[in-house]
């Protein structure tokens, strides 16, 4: 189901500005009431509502040249807690976070890395993990907020991890979920990127236009997780192929298959000091559990979490046993 809290602390914000939602934001709510004025079965239209619940909620503001989408839940005294979106998704993926932290007493902050989501695409196509990190602490500064604890998810998690090593005096502590560290590799490197190009760009994508959203489901079914998800949440990922830039895509691939940036990852690892924890599935293909388990023997104060029965798609797969994660460690968290 999709989360239909309110944002009861919305009058107590401050208004930061206007800003123009994004043509993408724009052409999908139009869509969506369209869907709804019309015949729909019971499933169909709660899901629409509750999508259409998540669109109203929706923000914007300009991070760094880039018009960014953003979602601000909860008490705004409440402690914040940042959540970060992995490649090729959106922030619709933590759906299912929002009314338990929210309710547990956490401001929860969501958003849409540039290029992704309805969030827009970067001219310049600034899509190293050191510009989404830069986003992320422009965001910080706009919101004005306070030490905060951050999650992310697979890419986002190189996000994350670039900005607590950067910034260390505005992360209280981390949670990654799906991630690991990788090391180089000469062939891995020359042949990836073409891989994941070809994949999402020139196949999926496509498929997706022509709303055949069942055969995406199809290919991360058989390679990417061990449990089914929803229809509901089926949609939500082929939207997020319909949204991201393309070269959003080809710029991360390319950028994580260098030496240099992957060897980079260790020393980052070494020098956060705050309460760090990773959350593996033990049948992720993509973020290999025993990877994660050698990244987080570097943290300083880190601990490792693997899930059973679990591939790399954990916030569809397992969405309780991730709320019931982050409340437990975010608890112990000093």
């Known amino acids: 189901m999709i989360s239909s809290v309110s944002n009861t602390a919305e009058a107590e914000r401050p208004t930061l500005g206007a800003q123009a939602t994004s043509e993408k934001y724009q052409t999908y709510r139009a869509e969506v009431e369209a869907q709804l004025a019309g015949q729909l079965s019971a499933a169909e239209r709660k899901r629409l509502t509750d999508e259409q619940g998540l669109l109203e909620q929706a923000r914007f503001v300009k991070l760094n040249g880039v018009v960014h989408h953003y979602m601000d839940y909860g008490p705004r005294d409440g402690e914040p807690l940042v959540l970060v979106h992995g490649w090729d998704c959106s922030s619709y993926w933590w759906h299912y976070i929002i009314d338990p932290m929210v309710a547990a007493g956490y401001r929860v902050i969501l958003y849409d890395l540039r290029g992704h989501g309805f969030s827009n695409s970067d001219p310049d196509q600034g899509y190293r993990i050191a510009d989404f990190s830069d986003d992320l602490r422009e965001l910080g500064n706009v919101l004005q907020l306070s030490a905060h604890h951050v999650a992310a998810f697979s890419l986002g998690a190189f996000v994350a991890l670039h900005y607590a090593a950067h910034n260390p005096e505005r ?101 956060v000091q705050q309460p760090t924890l990773l959350v593996a599935g033990a049948g992720d293909p993509i973020m290999r559990p025993q990877d994660g388990r050698k990244l987080m023997q570097l943290a300083p104060h880190g601990q490792y979490l693997e899930v059973p029965r679990c591939g790399h798609l954990i916030l569809f797969e397992l969405p309780d046993q991730v709320v019931q994660i982050l409340r437990l460690f975010l608890r112990g968290v000093r």
């Open 171 to 271: 992360v209280r502590s981390l949670v990654f979920f799906n991630f690991s560290l990788l090391t180089y590799n000469r062939v891995a490197a020359a042949m990836t990127p073409a891989t994941l190009d070809f994949v999402f760009n020139k196949m999926l994508r496509p498929i997706e236009k022509r709303g055949l959203w069942w055969i995406p489901y199809v290919y991360a079914r058989l390679v990417l997780s061990k449990n089914p998800a929803t229809v509901s949440d089926i949609k939500l990922a082929t939207l997020s192929l319909r949204c991201c830039d393309p070269q959003a895509i080809r710029v991360s691939a390319e950028e994580l298959a260098r030496r240099d940036v992957l060897d980079d990852l260790p020393e980052q690892m070494r020098r």
